[in-house]
């Protein structure tokens, strides 16, 4: 297989053969988004581990549910790609996926 990280800025994208497809190792990014989440958004977390440890009854509302969606609207969770890496990136997909020449 060709190599095996096609992305390699602003986050690295590693591509990895699976039985059924492909798989998309985005560990910088999820790692970004981790600090962001715990360094900027420290009070959201806060609230939505408060609502959780509440032993209250499931009445078929979860209030951390909003929270968390809430949060993800302040934190992106759009991975950019720029330029000639969007070609490695599809490439690398394909290859992995054993569909080289496959449009």
């Known amino acids: ?3 095996r ?3 390699d800025g602003p986050f690295r994208v590693s591509v990895e053969r699976i039985s059924a ?3 998309l190792d985005l560990r910088p990014f999820v790692e970004a988004v981790l600090v962001e989440v715990f360094t900027e958004h420290t009070d959201a977390v806060a609230d939505i581990l408060a609502e959780q440890a509440d ?3 499931y009445d078929g ?3 951390e549910s909003l929270l ?3 949060l993800l609207a302040e934190v ?3 991975l950019p790609v720029y330029g000639r890496q969007c070609v490695a990136l599809a490439d690398s997909i394909r290859d992995a996926a054993g569909l080289r020449g496959a449009a």
Request: glycine share 4%; net charge positive.
């Open 76 to 78: 992106s969770t759009r």
């Open 61 to 63: 509302h979860r209030a």
């Open 5 to 7: 990280t096609p992305v």
């Open 55 to 57: 032993a209250r009854p």
């Open 21 to 23: 497809g492909v798989t």
């Open 68 to 70: 968390v969606e809430r």
């Open 1 to 3: 297989m060709a190599d």
